[in-house]
């Protein structure tokens, strides 16, 4: 959340000639609501579900990058069709640049609490556990946008060798 998948994966589909799916943006466009509003009408648990429905659904088309929610690759099956059929790329950033970047945004429901940076840290903390099983870990700390394009092109032709 908040480390630059949708700007990346944008950027990588047109080096590539590939197509970009954007999950979050495709839940928008299939729902009819914004993701606040899909949170706060139908709730964490409709989301979840929809989103693992589009995620398996989109994960079968080939050429293409896809830039999966925050919480996506935390489902089983999911990452299970990732792992069986793609790379997977986790962006990784440090806690305090994540909360600089999340302080302001009133686009994710899971940030609409009192204490952002505790709760961004909690989140971040446990995702961690499951992000590790990436297929690659890109430290974006220090990396402009097009740097990390440029190394998950390189990792991603490498692989395909």
């Not at 994540?98 to 709760?119: A, D, E, H, W, Y």
């Not at 992000?131 to 092109?153: F, G, P, S």
Request: positive net charge.
């Amino acid at each position: 959340m908040g480390v630059g998948k949708s700007t990346v994966g944008k950027n990588l589909a047109k080096k590539l000639s590939y197509n970009f799916i954007d999950i979050d943006k495709t839940i928008e466009f299939e729902e009819n609501l914004s993701i606040n509003s899909i949170f706060k009408n139908k709730g964490e648990p409709y989301f979840r579900k929809i989103e693992k429905i589009i995620t398996l659904r989109e994960l079968k088309n080939s050429s293409s990058v896809i830039s999966l929610g925050g919480g996506a690759f935390l489902n089983k099956a999911i990452r299970k069709l990732i792992k069986s059929s793609g790379i997977s790329f986790w962006l990784d950033i440090n806690l305090e640049k994540l909360v600089l970047r999340l302080k302001m945004s009133r686009k994710r429901p899971l940030l609409f609490k009192k204490n952002i940076g505790q709760t961004i840290r909690k989140i971040y903390l446990e995702r961690k556990k499951t992000y590790i099983e990436a297929d690659h870990r890109i430290n974006c700390n220090t990396l402009k946008q097009n740097e990390i394009v440029e190394k998950i092109y390189n990792l991603y032709e490498n692989s395909r060798n």
